[in-house]
């Protein structure tokens, strides 16, 4: 947010439409940035889960990916 304030370039070229819509961007930014950060605070450690839990999946799946497959087969 301090990196969109703080362009000297922008503000030369186009100063009328950036600064009605910097505006409006720095508001949202900040409250989306807020409303992700706790988003992400509550999914965190769900997350970590989920991907242990895949890794987890990856592994197994790589170490019993043969028999597996053989098992299916002579079943059907």
Do not use: Y
Not at 8 to 22: L, T, W
Not at 46 to 67: E, F, G, P, V, Y
């Amino acid at each position: 947010m301090i990196t969109l304030r703080s362009s000297p370039k922008q503000d030369g070229k186009k100063k009328h439409r950036k600064n009605k819509k910097k505006s409006v961007i720095v508001t949202d930014s900040t409250n989306v940035k807020s409303d992700l950060e706790s988003r992400i605070h509550a999914v965190k450690p769900l997350w970590d889960q989920t991907l242990t839990m895949i890794t987890n999946l990856h592994k197994a799946a790589s170490t019993t990916d043969r028999t597996h497959t053989h098992t299916h087969c002579t079943s059907t």
